[in-house]
């Protein structure tokens, strides 16, 4: 999705945030939040968040189990972190590293909200945030193979199996869905 291709990255920590559609019962927004540490060539690490963006439904065509969930992916942002905007050759080396990408599309109502807010949220600019968007969203599942108010396991349609663990500080509160993936 971003230029250049063959970037080796390192894998930090993963968030998975589940949250209700306001104005949509049937859907709940599913983004990713990784945190990742981006090889260069020459050596150096810069790190960096992802964060994919998505919506989940229920999937009613699963023989009336209640377990599968269908997901849609819309698109996400890589952001810089700090360590890299406050330290100029990091900053250079990011600006070198992802340099030739096309901008984002300004005409468009939600680009311009989503540069808006991470420019509030992160103090990030354009220059600095890759920003995609996929026209046609590629849909995949999973299915929860056990859900309690900490932990959550399931197998997605390729077969993965995943484990998340509610964040310390959202356990108590069954209203919010940060999870943290563990294994």
Request: net charge negative; charged share 20%.
């Amino acid at each position: 999705i971003f230029k250049p291709y063959d970037l080796v990255c390192s894998i930090v920590s993963l968030g998975n945030s589940v949250h209700r559609m306001k104005g949509d019962d049937s859907r709940f927004t599913y983004t990713f939040v990784v945190d990742i540490l981006i090889h260069t060539s020459n050596g150096e690490d810069l790190p960096a968040m992802l964060v994919n963006d998505a919506y989940c439904y229920q999937n009613e065509t699963n023989n009336n189990k209640n377990n599968r969930v269908s997901v849609a992916f819309t698109g996400g942002t890589l952001i810089p972190k700090d360590e890299v905007l406050n330290d100029k050759y990091k900053s250079q080396l990011w600006s070198e590293t992802f340099g030739e990408q096309k901008t984002i599309d300004t005409s468009s109502y939600l680009s311009r909200l989503m540069k808006y807010v991470i420019f509030l949220l992160l103090g990030v600019t354009q220059e600095h945030s890759l920003h995609f968007e996929m026209k046609r969203c590629p849909v995949g599942f999973f299915d929860v193979l056990y859900l309690d108010n900490e932990i959550r396991i399931t197998r997605g349609n390729q077969g993965s199996v995943v484990v998340v663990e509610r964040e310390r500080s959202t356990a108590t509160t069954a209203t919010r869905g940060a999870m943290q993936v563990v294994g």
